[in-house]
């Protein structure tokens, strides 16, 4: 079992930065796979990013390619998602997710989920 607890979100203006973070605690096998999702009022959750645990390759949508960087830090089971050039479609609550395995940026495919942070960006 996998707890997640995300934290960061905020207010912030157009053009600003936020970071993310993703608390883990329980086994993090090497095989998993983090990755972060949002969902906007009245949309679908989407994929943002994710993280391989174990060797750290990544993936992005094509929307925050160039402004978003997921990271982590394994020693504090620590996975972040750092936003610059944040614009209003940001908006949405963020949330974060662990996958046994390689997802495919699929939520279907992640098994644990956090609550979520509220992100929101002014314009």
């Known amino acids: 079992q996998v707890q997640l607890v995300e934290s960061g979100g905020g207010l912030v203006q157009a053009g600003g930065s936020l970071r993310l973070s993703c608390a883990a605690s329980g086994r993090i096998f090497s095989s998993y796979v983090m990755g972060w999702f949002r969902q906007a009022p009245g949309k679908e959750r989407e994929f943002v990013a994710d993280?391989?645990?174990?060797?750290?390759?990544?993936n992005y949508a094509d929307s925050v390619k160039g402004r978003f960087t997921i990271s982590r830090d394994t020693a504090k089971n620590t996975v972040y998602l750092q936003m610059n050039s944040l614009k209003p479609e940001d908006t949405a609550v963020y949330y974060c997710?662990?996958?046994?395995?390689?997802?495919?940026?699929?939520?279907?495919?992640?098994?644990?989920w956090g609550q979520g942070t509220q992100v929101t960006v002014s314009s």
């Open positions: 993280i391989r645990w174990t060797g750290g390759s990544t």
């Open positions: 997710a662990a996958a046994l395995r390689n997802a495919y940026g699929d939520s279907r495919l992640y098994a644990y």
